[in-house]
């Protein structure tokens, strides 16, 4: 009973980046195992990025923006807004997480998210 009260991997945030994913690949005419090959990693990774069940990493998400020659920001492009409510709860929230990343790269990553989807 214990997995039945955690989370589920995957969110419907996640599944439209796998989508976006599959059909630019799609769009390049590469297969699954040629796009893995361009990241570093098996075809399988790339079915469970593309299906949703996996969640890609902010390194991740920039390796396959290269990969695939389509900026961060319009693979993020995923048309969910936070409530105004919530806004500074989850931007203190945001502050506090980025404080404690202690690899500069980490945190260049995550601003070139951030700033990607502030984009929209």
Known sequence: MANASRKPRHSPLDAAL???IRGRRRDLGLSQSALAGRLGITFQQVQKYENGANRVSASML???SEALGMP???LLQVGHAAPPAD???QAAQLQAA???IQS???RAAVLTLVAGLSLR
């Open 18 to 20: 796998g989508e976006r």
């Open 62 to 64: 920039i390796k396959l």
């Open 72 to 74: 961060v920001a319009e």
């Open 87 to 89: 806004r500074d709860e």
């Open 98 to 100: 980025f404080a404690k």
């Open 104 to 106: 500069s790269e980490m």
